[in-house]
């Protein structure tokens, strides 16, 4: 394989309420993490996995996923940017494509790894997948006035794997001035043109306790759901 995946796993999870780092938190009885990586390690490209694990927990995290992939384990940041830096700086030489994946997505299929990959294989830069967005969106003040409809049918939700040239992705860490919320926007601001490729819902973020639920009832309905 070419690819390097790396994978922040350092969030504490707040918006999922009580109960400990996010990435630890158990759908089917396993961490999501362990879910999340499991995909990764079955996608073909991968050549190497690098964790970035909560502050204190970088043992634990080893020891839960020796058993699932071969891979590292480094101590994350304060912030999402900073950690994703921590497990680029852990890369050995070689692959020269780079997937950032969140082990929020535990349930991303394998083939989403490869067709990003792919795309980056093929001479992108920096390649995005992407969903339409169903909802009508409107910008609101802080009070909660309408200030106007935006145009749904110009907007795509982001997730992740993200796919970068190695090269590109280290610039755009080396230039991180503000923390943003992917590693797209960080390349973005360099100049470089980001591309988009489909989506999948299976790869929805487990941010909230009700995306918890649901990501149990797939992975109960289909055990091995999004492992296609
Ligand atoms: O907080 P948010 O849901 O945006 O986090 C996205 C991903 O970034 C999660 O997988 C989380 O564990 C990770 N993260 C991190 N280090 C931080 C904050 C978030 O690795 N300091």
Do not use: N, W
Not at 21 to 26: E, N, Q, T, V
Not at 70 to 78: D, F, I, M, R, S
Not at 153 to 161: D, M, N
Not at 193 to 206: Q, R, T
């Amino acid at each position: 394989g070419d690819v390097a995946v790396l994978v922040p796993a350092a969030g504490a999870g707040v918006r999922l309420g009580p109960g400990g780092p996010k990435a630890l938190r158990r759908i089917g009885g396993e961490p999501l993490l362990v879910h999340a990586v499991r995909r990764i390690a079955a996608a073909g490209p991968v050549h190497t996995v690098v964790v970035a694990a909560p502050p204190g927990d970088a043992e634990a995290v080893r020891e839960l996923l020796a058993p699932i992939a071969e891979l590292t384990v480094v101590t994350g940041g304060a912030t999402r940017q900073e950690s994703v830096a921590a497990a680029l700086a852990a890369v050995p030489p070689g692959p020269e494509i780079v997937l950032v994946h969140d082990a929020a997505r535990a349930l991303t299929p394998t083939t989403l790894f490869e067709s990003v990959a792919e795309a980056v294989r093929g001479g992108e830069d920096a390649v995005i997948p992407v969903l339409p967005v169903v909802d009508t969106v409107k910008e609101v003040t802080a009070a909660g006035v309408v200030l106007g409809t935006v145009d749904r049918s110009a907007l795509r939700a982001v997730q992740t794997p993200q796919g970068f040239r190695r090269s590109v992705l280290a610039a755009a860490h080396a230039a991180a001035a503000d923390p943003l919320t992917d590693d797209a926007g960080l390349v973005e601001k360099l100049g470089v043109p980001v591309s988009c490729v489909p989506g999948s819902e299976y790869a929805m973020k487990i941010t909230r306790p009700f995306d918890l639920a649901l990501a149990e009832h797939l992975l109960s309905a289909v055990p091995l759901a999004g492992h296609h």
